[in-house]
């Protein structure tokens, strides 16, 4: 039973969790993580959702993502998820989220990371990967068209790609 921490508008922690599923009021928010990798040549980590997961089951996604559980920060969400997911450890203790995207519900933290993996190293979490690959942001673009990839704007796929090696939103 996953717990989250809630937070206002204003991204300040209100005093109050809530197990996954609730019902959250209008003016409660939940914190959620992504992590993009990419490797030296430029291509992206991505992860193929298993067949049994609830929401956007069999399709490609991101590197890895997920909510903050209670008592995490941003960086320990995507430390915790990252490893939980692929099993790489990474130490987000000093690094900020490159840019984050206010949804409906929430917030979502988004951290580009560069860091060469071998692929037959990584431990994939049973219940929520089935596969993973690398891609370039062209192969993203077209599973996205095929509907083999969660429907991301493609704008935010050529920003992931484009924005990986520094923060902000001016080219430098």
């Known amino acids: 039973m996953e717990k989250w921490d809630l937070y206002d508008k204003h991204r300040n922690k209100?005093?109050?969790?809530?197990?996954?599923?609730?019902e959250m009021t209008p003016e409660e928010f939940h914190l959620v993580v992504h992590v993009?990798?990419?490797n030296s040549k430029g291509e992206m980590l991505i992860q193929q959702r298993q067949p049994f997961k609830q929401g956007w089951s069999n399709l490609w996604d991101i590197t890895?993502?997920?909510?903050?559980?209670?008592?995490?920060?941003?960086?320990?969400?995507?430390?915790?998820?990252?490893?939980?997911?692929?099993?790489i450890h990474y130490n987000f203790e000093?690094?900020?989220?490159?840019?984050?995207?206010?949804f409906e519900r929430g917030f979502d933290?988004?951290?580009l990371i560069e860091y060469d993996v071998d692929l037959n190293e990584l431990t994939l979490q049973d219940e929520e990967v089935q596969a993973v690959k690398?891609?370039?942001?062209?192969?993203i673009i077209k599973l996205i068209e095929l509907k083999k990839?969660?429907?991301?704007?493609e704008s935010i796929i050529a920003f992931l790609f484009e924005g990986r090696h520094h923060y902000g939103s001016i080219r430098l």
């Open 149 to 153: 990839f969660i429907p991301y704007y």
């Open 94 to 102: 000093k690094v900020r989220p490159h840019f984050t995207i206010n």
């Open 36 to 38: 993009c990798i990419f």
């Open 64 to 87: 890895c993502g997920g909510s903050a559980v209670t008592g995490d920060t941003s960086q320990q969400a995507a430390s915790r998820e990252l490893f939980e997911e692929l099993g």
């Open 14 to 22: 209100i005093e109050k969790q809530i197990t996954r599923g609730d």
């Open 134 to 139: 690398w891609a370039s942001k062209e192969e």
């Open 109 to 111: 933290d988004y951290y």
